[in-house]
T-cell receptor, first 109, second 116 residues
Framework: GQSLEQPSEVTAVEGAIVQINCTYQ??????LSWYQQHDGGAPTFLSY????GLEETGRFSSFLSRSDSYGYLLLQELQMKDSASYFCAVVDSSYKLIFGSGTRLLVRP | DTAVSQTPKYLVTQMGNDKSIKCEQNLGHDTMYWYKQDSKKFLKIMFSYNNKELIINETVPNRFSPKSPDKAHLNLHINSLELGDSAVYFCASTSSGSFSSTDTQYFGPGTRLTVL
């Protein structure tokens, strides 16, 4: 079967750094994506890792270790507007995007 | 300019009815998708079309029938609606059927379907 595991909820303080982990077990693997979804909104793309290592885009970074079937999303200098759900998603061997169950991030003042 | 649009945004209907959701993208993308997001926010792919051709058909009841009149449109028709069909349905598009760091999926705003 295919599964992606990520924490259901994370709480952090404004200005802090938070890491959201994702472990996966899928049939084939092309890459790991991260999407952000605010309540009532649509998922929006944040990052994509096809190779091992860290990808940085502004305050957000994403890491992948293919040998460990593991990745994480790092959010720095947290802002209130970062409160949202974050989904990791694996591109499997048939180019399908398989989503994790999402991590709800709550940023407190 | 709206990149991926869906209509309607909300749909409330009775069990047993037939309904359609429309999706259009103006990004010039070749591949379009339908996803279902349930009440627990679990997002699951249903169908994918590449240039009007069905390429992914997950284990979805045959009451759901996608139709792609051209590569900019992917509609979803649902027959004999059931209570369990209540969810948010998202349309998405990407520039090709494969993925690279630049091939992101762009999601529409979603259609919240409520079956009574």
């Amino acid at each position: 079967g295919q599964s992606l595991e990520q924490p259901s909820e994370v709480t952090a303080v404004e200005g802090a750094i938070v890491q959201i982990n994702c472990t996966y077990q899928t049939s084939g693997f092309y890459g790991l994506s991260w999407y952000q979804q605010h309540d009532g909104g649509a998922p929006t793309f944040l990052s994509y890792n096809a190779l091992d290592g860290l990808e940085e885009t502004g305050r957000f970074s994403s890491f992948l270790s293919r040998s460990d079937s593991y990745g994480y999303l790092l959010l720095q200098e947290l802002q209130m507007k970062d409160s949202a759900s974050y989904f990791c998603a694996v591109v499997d061997s048939s180019y399908k995007l398989i989503f994790g169950s999402g991590t709800r991030l709550l940023v407190r003042p | 300019d709206t990149a991926v649009s869906q209509t309607p945004k909300y749909l409330v209907t009775q069990m047993g009815n037939d309904k359609s959701i429309k999706c259009e993208q103006n990004l010039g993308h070749d591949t379009m998708y339908w996803y279902k997001q349930d009440s627990k926010k679990f997002l699951k792919i249903m169908f994918s079309y590449n240039n009007k051709e069905l390429i992914i058909n997950e284990t979805v009841p045959n009451r759901f029938s996608p139709k792609s009149p051209d590569k900019a449109h992917l509609n979803l028709h649902i027959n004999s609606l059931e209570l369990g069909d209540s969810a948010v349905y998202f349309c998405a598009s990407t520039s090709s059927g494969s993925f690279s760091s630049t091939d992101t999926q762009y999601f529409g705003p979603g259609t919240r379907l409520t079956v009574l």
